[in-house]
């Protein structure tokens, strides 16, 4: 059941463990609170965005006209679809669906490049059909959490394409490895970010989108006026600040552990897709239709896979939580999974 708007907040609710939404469960951070806080003070005056925008260049090392700010990632991708008239755009799936969702709002053909489970959902270059003059990505990936190459991605750029590369889940990588952030010479290249995951500002709707000046004009030439509030620009501010980027490093560090302590305490009959590297997982189980009722019956919220194409009802996502909640998490999980005693065993 492929539906392009169904996204993890849809899966909440009261009394629930959310491990459906990928934002960082303990943020936005006392600090960040406060700089939020103090930003409404300035509330009364229409918003200035030139320091927003001058701090953000600065983190990326790039002049202030190759920034355009967003109300999120998600305005990003709906700015696009106005501003540009591809011939054929490519969108590389399973992915984050807003993208194409924009894309076939404002009428632009759209082709799917699905890539394989047998392939641990690796980027497949040949895939991409050459003459898309539109490519877009996620990197890395949500659902899958793969992290493609850099190399890998940086080779669909070409001259006459725009290739957009949605790295919203950019900062839960270490070093951020992967991320193009910085590529300048590459043609058309727009990466996408946001501050939602990492900062848990999902409410505040801010990212911003990095690439060619001409292509930003363009962008920017859809945006209402003061599209960003006072109180994101702050984030934003703050967020792009050295020792900022520091604590988003050591909480991706924090997310390797808690990974691999969420996938090493699963149980054996649940296959983990591709090799993950974000702050999710994809799993795969028998009847995962039937499993994840259940778990919402014992408490916990996970993301149906089935709604992304290319995916299936045996698909889940679970968000990596600190390792006492997933290790309860997989408690429940084995318990479900566990094939029902037969009658003679039962007391
Ligand atoms: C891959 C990806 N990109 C972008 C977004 C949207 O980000 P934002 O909250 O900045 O609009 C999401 C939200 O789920 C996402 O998963």
């Not at 907040?9 to 700089?35: H, I, K, M």
């Not at 990632?73 to 590389?92: D, G, H, M, S, T």
């Not at 539109?134 to 080779?155: D, E, I, K, Q, Y």
């Not at 897709?273 to 009847?287: I, K």
Request: proline content about 10%.
């Amino acid at each position: 059941m492929t539906d392009l708007h169904h996204h993890g907040d849809a899966e909440l609710a009261p009394g629930l463990v959310d491990l459906a939404v990928n934002v960082r469960a303990d943020a936005p951070p006392p600090w960040l609170r406060a700089v939020l806080h103090a930003s409404l003070d300035a509330a009364a005056s229409y918003p200035d965005p030139v320091p927003a925008r001058t701090a953000v260049a600065a983190a990326h090392g790039r002049p202030v006209d190759e920034v355009l700010l967003t109300a999120g990632a998600a305005e990003a991708f709906v700015l696009l679809a106005r501003a540009v008239r591809p011939r054929l755009a490519a969108v590389v799936h399973p992915s984050f669906t807003e993208p194409e969702a924009a894309l076939r709002v404002a009428g632009h053909p759209v082709t799917r490049v699905v890539l394989r489970a047998d392939d641990g959902w690796r980027l497949d270059p040949a895939a991409v059909p050459g003459d898309a003059d539109l490519v877009v990505l996620g990197n890395p990936t949500n659902p899958t959490s793969v992290l493609h190459p850099a190399a890998a991605v940086a080779a669909l750029a070409r001259p006459g394409r725009v290739l957009v590369v949605d790295e919203a889940f950019a900062d839960t990588v270490p070093g951020e490895s992967g991320s193009l952030a910085a590529r300048r010479d590459l043609p058309g290249l727009l990466v996408v970010r946001s501050l939602t995951k990492t900062w848990g500002l999902a409410g505040l709707r801010v990212g911003y989108a990095l690439g060619p000046p001409p292509l930003i004009a363009r962008l920017a030439a859809q945006q209402p006026h003061w599209p960003v509030s006072t109180p994101a620009l702050a984030a934003l501010v703050a967020c792009s600040a050295p020792e900022a980027r520091a604590e988003a490093e050591a909480a991706a560090r924090d997310l390797d552990r808690w990974r691999a302590a969420l996938i090493g305490s699963l149980p054996p009959s649940v296959v983990v897709e591709g090799s993950p590297r974000s702050s999710f997982v994809l799993l795969r189980v028998l009847d995962g239709a039937r499993v994840r009722d259940v778990l919402r019956h014992r408490g916990w919220a996970v993301r149906r896979g089935d709604t992304f194409p290319g995916l299936t009802r045996d698909h889940l996502r679970v968000a990596v939580r600190s390792p006492e909640v997933s290790s309860a998490f997989a408690a429940d999980l084995a318990a479900i999974l566990s094939p029902a005693p037969s009658p003679e065993e039962v007391p």
